[in-house]
């Protein structure tokens, strides 16, 4: 049995999308987070690894049965064998819920300005923890939301939503867009983690893909990351850097280094173009499995000489790991 390496899992991150036996497919489960949303995903787990992959035909991976197992076959050759994981809600072992499925901002990268997705209620999110907990899958609450009226709205909802999530008494981790102010009222409500992501570190690609929205600004992102530490702590909040928009591997160092050195771990994530924006990301590219194992291992190198421990991290995408190569 091969079983999923670093190098293995860079390989099937770098590609992103496999074909699946139809026996295989869970029950389909729709993404309504981010750029991924509106598309269905699988989580294959091997070797201490987890990996998401979008399921699409047109993909040279093939994920067939093998008695209880499941292996992925390139070519004609077996490269690794595992098993299916369950999803709870979003990914595996967490409740990972969207909030407002649709977004004032037009970020070049996300799929989620173009739909007119639900906003959930209070009573929607309350329904879908409670079948979480009958099924004896309440372990970990994570919220993410688009932003349907404003950032200071949304924090809004939130603060209400977790304060009446908080009873359950597990982790919850929430990644928003910032508003000010908004790590203390989170942290006061019962949240355990925050991630505010950048996307980019590279200033120009930033205004060119997030187009200047006022309040959506790198400067502002940073600043609330920074305070979002002075309340939860290091190794408490994350930020998505989006790997293949174009920026350069001393631009993704540095900026590790710049997050790192603050006590915020960077999330390296490969991009995921969606339909419909391909011409408005002409030129990104998904990264090769060879540049993500280096800028992982660089990013490892970075946050082991800031004593960061993604480890400690238990919400969101660092404890889930399947979209990215953690360190």
Do not use: W
């Not at 409740?95 to 799929?111: K, L």
């Not at 997705?117 to 309350?126: A, C, M, P, R």
């Not at 391909?278 to 499995?289: D, H, I, M």
């Amino acid at each position: 049995m091969t079983l999923m390496s670093e190098k293995i899992k860079a390989e099937l991150l770098s590609l992103g999308k496999i074909d699946v036996e139809q026996t295989l497919l869970p029950p389909p489960r729709m993404s309504t987070a981010g750029p991924g949303m509106g598309i269905q995903n699988i989580f294959f787990s091997s070797g201490g690894f987890r990996v998401r992959l979008e399921v699409s035909k047109k993909s040279p991976l093939k994920m067939v049965r093998k008695n209880d197992h499941a292996v992925i076959i390139q070519d004609g050759r077996e490269i690794v064998e595992g098993v299916i994981e369950e999803v709870v809600a979003h990914c595996p072992g967490q409740v990972y819920i969207t909030i407002s499925e649709r977004c004032i901002y037009d970020c070049q990268f996300c799929s989620v300005p173009g739909s007119e997705g639900k906003v959930k209620t209070l009573e929607d999110i309350l329904a879908i923890v409670e079948d979480a907990k009958k099924r004896g899958h309440l372990e970990v609450i994570s919220l993410t939301s688009g932003i349907e009226v404003s950032p200071d709205d949304e924090i809004d909802r939130v603060v209400e939503i977790v304060r009446a999530l908080a009873h359950y008494g597990v982790p919850i981790g929430v990644a928003v867009h910032p508003a000010e102010g908004s790590s203390k009222r989170l942290k006061e409500a019962g949240v355990t983690e925050v991630k505010y992501s950048v996307e980019t570190m590279d200033p120009d690609i930033f205004d060119r893909i997030c187009r200047g929205h006022k309040g959506h600004t790198l400067e502002f992102i940073l600043e609330s990351l920074q305070e979002a530490v002075e309340v939860f702590g290091r190794n408490h909040v994350s930020s998505n850097i989006i790997i293949g928009l174009g920026e350069t591997d001393e631009c993704v160092r540095k900026g590790v280094e710049y997050l790192a050195k603050r006590g915020i771990i960077p999330v390296l994530r490969p991009i995921s173009i969606p339909p419909g924006r391909r011409e408005s990301l002409k030129g990104a590219v998904r990264p090769s499995p060879e540049r993500l194992l280096k800028l992982t291992r660089m990013a490892r190198r970075i946050l082991r000489k800031y004593g960061l421990s993604p480890g400690e991290s238990r919400t969101m995408c660092l404890a889930c790991t399947g979209c990215d190569l953690t360190p």
